[in-house]
């Protein structure tokens, strides 16, 4: 099928939902994208964040395959080992004490929700069911975690939304003491604003959510569906902020392609959510939870984490001597970049022409590379992206 054909059907069949650039992808290995014409692309994106080794890492195809072969489904009626050694693992590696496995950042995010309300409702009875999130966040697509994004473009057309969300400035620390009445529940941040412009929190803002929050037992839930599996140079942002919150949601990363979200909980929830009042059908599919296994056994030591903060440091470097670049934003290979001209969306759409795939959020270029993605490839995504900034300034 050519590109033309490809681009007709979606416009027949496919709900028009997305805005997207002008390409059908095909193949990929490493950092290198393949679309329906044999043209190659450098990819800066990994699907949002999600494609954590690359495009068919051996060792992942290895391990889905593999569990595709020998078990794909199995209803969440029975026990499943590959669950339980995910779910080991991610305790391990986080310090939390129990974790609900699912499909999606959304769901993850219901999850956490349902959390924090079910806590409170058990211990303080009903009333106290609010969930402070910031402004300009982004948590979802269902009609909650809409509610939950702090951002009133999402609040439109689907009314009834979810009820008992209200938003904080981001950085505030005022606005946030203001807004924590005594039906306050939880706030649930991003610690790198991700959709709303790779905004990091500062360090003080922070410490001082974690604070208020365990004077008055309001939960402390932190959404790292982007931030989180070693985006940010550390298996989990929380660890840069050295702080450790009640709840973590996770997703886009952790499949390394495949679609898988997770909840987790500290000691304090372990046995809020009980046997009837929360599940999946999909969550902790096996195939996933393989795929997931596969991507913490590689991107969680030591001497891979400081990779990923050295290849950071080096894109920013190579950054912030171009054209066009008038600040640099993020942590790790969570990149950020505001353009002089203001012409983040054009730059992309240049780009995708010329043969490197690159993100925006708000009126940003944004850079979410495969954690692996190698020195040489770095270079030549790079090198496009200057003579594209070069001749847009
Ligand atoms: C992408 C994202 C989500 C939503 O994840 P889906 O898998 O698309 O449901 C939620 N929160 C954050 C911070 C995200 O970046």
């Known amino acids: 099928m ?19 650039f002008d390409t059908a992808l095909v193949s990929g290995k490493g950092a290198t994208a393949k679309d329906a014409d044999g043209k190659e692309y450098i990819d800066f994106t990994s699907g949002i964040g999600v494609n954590s080794l690359g495009y068919c890492d051996d060792g992942w195809v290895r391990a889905v395959c593999d569990q595709a072969s020998t078990l794909q489904h199995i209803s969440n009626l029975y026990y499943s080992p590959l669950q339980t050694e995910l779910s080991k693992k991610l305790c391990g590696l986080s310090g939390m004490d129990k974790v609900f496995l699912c499909n999606s950042g959304a769901e993850a995010n219901e999850c956490a929700i349902k959390i924090a309300r079910k806590y409170s409702f058990d211990k303080y009875g009903a009333g106290r069911q609010k969930i402070l999130t910031l402004i300009n966040s982004f948590h979802g697509r269902t009609v909650t975690t809409l509610s939950a994004t702090g951002q009133d473009v999402f609040h439109n057309y689907f009314f009834p939304f979810t009820d008992g969300f209200d938003y904080v400035i981001a950085d505030n620390a005022e606005d946030l003491k203001n807004k924590l009445t005594d039906d306050v529940c939880a706030v649930f941040v991003e610690l790198i604003q991700g959709e709303g412009g790779v905004m990091p929190l500062s360090r003080e803002f922070v410490s001082e959510v974690a604070s208020v929050c365990s004077e008055s ?20 942002c929380f660890e840069n902020y050295g702080i450790r919150p009640d709840v973590v949601t996770l997703a886009k990363g952790l499949g390394g392609g495949l679609p898988i979200g997770a909840c987790l909980c500290n000691e304090k929830l372990g046995n809020v959510m009980t046997a009837g009042t929360h599940g999946t059908t999909f969550g902790g599919n ?24 050295a ?15 008038s600040e640099i934003r993020g942590m790790g290979m969570m ?58 300034t």
């Not at 037992?217 to 989990?236: K, N, W, Y």
């Not at 096996?286 to 903060?309: H, N």
């Open 2 to 20: 050519t590109f033309n054909e490809i681009k007709n059907d979606e416009h027949q069949y496919m709900m028009h939902t997305y805005g997207r």
């Open 217 to 236: 037992d309001v939960l402390f839930m932190v959404d790292e569906v982007q931030t989180g599996i070693s985006r940010t140079g550390a298996v989990f």
């Open 286 to 309: 096996p195939v996933a939870c393989a795929a997931a296994a596969e991507v913490l056994s590689r991107v969680t030591s030591e001497d891979f984490l400081k990779e990923v903060s």
């Open 311 to 325: 290849k950071g440091e080096y894109i920013r470097s190579k950054l912030s001597g171009m054209n066009n670049v």
């Open 335 to 392: 990149i950020g970049i505001v353009t002089e001209k203001d012409n983040a969306k054009a730059v992309a759409a240049e780009c995708v022409k010329n043969g490197l795939l690159i993100l925006t959020a708000k009126n940003l270029l944004r850079m979410l590379p495969p954690l692996t993605i190698t020195y040489e490839e770095i270079d030549k995504g790079l090198s496009i992206l200057k003579s594209v900034m070069e001749e847009n």
